[in-house]
């Protein structure tokens, strides 16, 4: 200020006191950093011990772009008319945030028709078409464009999507009342199920609680008229262990994996599943 | 130096320090100020006297915050899109905005941007270097709402001397925030978004609470009983990354020397009272200074300066005016 200084006094030597506090201030710092950073990468954790992996939204990368690249946002979630996309939690550790579809209590039955959740993804993670660097997994490509039933009359009666993101599985046969037989009547998934589907005899453009839509079959069928995609899933008979014939529910190349089939199948649990990210295999 | 630079560094951990050389006309307020110790004491006293206190920008503040967050969330509830997603990433109107550092993230661990990624990351950018960059921390980001509430309470029960408060080194942000980007490159997961309480509590608030709310409380309680402020201080890479962007920002506060009686209320209310160094008598080279990249342009000091010394300015618009 206005007291010019002289030449500049050597600088005292740090107090030990002083000394001793900034070392101390360090180390807190470092421990805080380290602290910090290593309850990051706890979540790796869930990432690489998941023993199923999520069934991600139609479009999505592989699982690990997938999840680099998701800016989780929840945009997804927003656009989809049967609210069938959820946000992972903290324990899905890096997923955290990150969407998926929980098939069984509300699958993807296409009913925006344009892949409404692809649209909205601001990062490329759900995507029509895969950036030519992005290797295409072994099973995951799609023969051809996938039709789907409800836009089978329009002059565009395919579905923009090229890759399947899991696919459908027989997998407790012994509990499929097709393959019992046995018909079903009545409210699939009973009258507290909040599950949406479109029902294209009642509104194209308004998914209905499934609950809503009774059903009346002499032989159950559901996984298969349910179905949005066209000869995804049909009903044919199959020679079982004991050289019997039954109707069963078989998958064939076109299905997606979008789980519509998990969803409607009347079974405790339900008979017929969808393995996410599965490759196809004929 | 240049005080650019060192306001930058000072945005990295490095300590404030004194002026090398101090404007003739500074010295003079200077003089002039402390001339006559009566009249100074009682000019002091008079403008306590007369201090509105006030916590117009405060609430001013909040409201924005609060209005901000939700619009996200009626957006999404009552399905009235005008802004769709979150703070990560969202579209206002149509129009892609991307949060800078999520967008940062995103790029090094996937390393492949598409065009709408940097429409929304670049549209931003525009937005925060008009307005301050830091601004989005405490006119935004809803953890440093919360973490303001329980600084209140920190405080309190500094008051009582039952907790005290550790003050980690400021640098260690920095390192943070060098860390979290190699991170995303190398492991290619974006491993800070997992633990970001920004990233978690707007999507707590627009799509439903779920465990990662556990994770804010635990910050916030680390705050009340280790360390004030701690996660916006020492750790929050969405911080540093958004006072890059306001470094040349026109908005700031600017601090003018010769209002100030140098009592130091505004330091004690700063998030980060390194940047109201020039405060301090002896430190302010200039008449009017800015307070650089590192304010979040609160206006808490603004609001508790007696004298209004502390205001905020458009950088070129007073001139224009």
Redesign the interface.
């Known amino acids: 200020m206005s007291t010019p200084t002289p030449q500049k006094p050597k600088k005292p030597a740090m107090s030990i006191e002083k000394a001793q506090k900034a070392r101390r201030k360090f180390l807190q710092s470092v421990g805080l950093a380290g602290g910090v950073i290593g309850l990051s990468l706890l979540g790796y954790i869930p990432v690489s011990s998941a023993k199923t992996p999520r069934l991600r939204p139609p479009g999505a990368l592989n699982e690990s772009d997938f999840l680099s690249s998701c800016i989780k946002c929840g945009q997804c979630v927003q656009v989809c008319p049967v609210q069938a996309i959820k946000l992972g939690d903290l324990n899905d550790g890096f997923g955290v945030g990150v969407p998926y579809i929980d098939a069984r209590e509300q699958a993807c039955d296409f009913s925006c028709d344009a892949v409404q959740c692809v649209l909205a993804c601001p990062t490329g993670s759900l995507t029509y078409k895969k950036p030519e660097f992005l290797k295409i997994s072994d099973g995951a490509m799609l023969a051809a464009a996938p039709i789907l039933k409800a836009k089978e009359k329009d002059a565009e009666s395919t579905l923009n999507l090229k890759e399947r993101i899991g696919v459908a599985r027989l997998a407790r046969p012994e509990s499929c009342l097709a393959v019992q037989g046995k018909p079903f009547k009545g409210q699939t998934r009973g009258a507290a199920f909040t599950g949406k589907m479109r029902y294209m005899d009642v509104d194209r453009w308004k998914p209905i609680p499934i609950r809503d839509h009774p059903y009346d079959l002499e032989l159950c069928d559901l996984c298969v008229q349910a179905c949005p995609v066209k000869n995804a899933l049909e009903l044919r008979p199959v020679k079982g262990a004991d050289g019997v014939e039954r109707m069963t529910p078989t998958v064939l190349e076109p299905c997606v994996g979008c789980g519509v089939c998990e969803m409607i199948c009347p079974a405790e649990p339900a008979a017929i599943v969808v393995d996410a990210r599965a490759p196809w295999k004929a | 130096m240049s005080r650019f630079t060192e306001l930058f560094m000072g945005m990295l951990g490095a300590a404030p320090k004194k002026p090398e050389k101090?404007a003739d006309k500074v010295?003079k307020i200077?003089?002039l100020k402390y001339e006559d110790k009566d009249r100074y004491i009682k000019e002091k006293l008079h403008a306590r006297e007369h201090h509105n206190v006030s916590h117009k920008w405060r609430n001013r503040r909040w409201a924005v915050l609060l209005a901000v967050n939700l619009l996200f969330v009626l957006?999404?509830w009552l399905d009235i899109q005008i802004l769709?997603?979150?703070l990560?990433?969202?579209?206002f109107v149509g129009f892609?905005l991307?949060?800078l550092n999520?967008?940062l993230q995103?790029m090094l661990?996937?390393k492949?941007i598409?065009v709408?990624?940097f429409i929304?990351t670049f549209t931003v950018f525009l937005i925060w270097v008009l307005l301050g960059g830091r601004t989005f921390c405490s006119w935004v980001c809803p953890y440093h709402l919360l973490a303001e509430w329980t600084e209140a309470l920190h405080l309190k029960l500094v008051e009582k001397k039952i907790v005290t408060d550790?003050?980690?080194?400021r640098?260690?942000r920095t390192?943070?925030w060098v860390?979290?980007g190699l991170?995303?490159i190398v492991?290619?997961?974006?491993?800070?978004?997992?633990?970001s309480p920004t990233?978690?509590l707007s999507?707590a608030l627009?799509?439903g609470p779920?465990?990662?709310l556990?994770?804010v409380g635990l910050l916030l309680l680390f705050e009340i009983l280790y360390s004030r402020r701690?996660w916006c201080r020492?750790?929050c890479p969405i911080g540093l990354t958004y006072g890059a962007v306001g470094a040349i920002s026109p908005l700031q506060v600017s601090y003018h020397v010769e209002h100030c009686f140098h009592e130091g209320d505004c330091r004690k209310v700063c998030l980060v009272p390194h940047v109201l160094d020039v405060t301090v008598k002896?430190r302010a080279s200039e008449e009017t200074m800015g307070l650089g990249p590192d304010c979040t342009r609160c206006g808490l000091c603004i609001d508790i300066c007696p004298t209004g010394a502390l205001r905020y300015e458009v950088k070129g618009l007073s001139k224009l005016l």
């Open positions: 101090v010295q200077m003089f957006s999404f769709e997603g979150s990560t990433a969202s579209r892609h991307i949060d999520s967008a995103v661990a996937h492949h598409i709408n990624l929304g550790h003050e980690f080194h640098g260690t390192v943070f860390l979290f991170m995303s492991t290619g997961y974006t491993v800070f978004e997992t633990l990233g978690i999507r627009i799509y779920g465990l990662a556990g994770w701690a020492y750790v002896g």
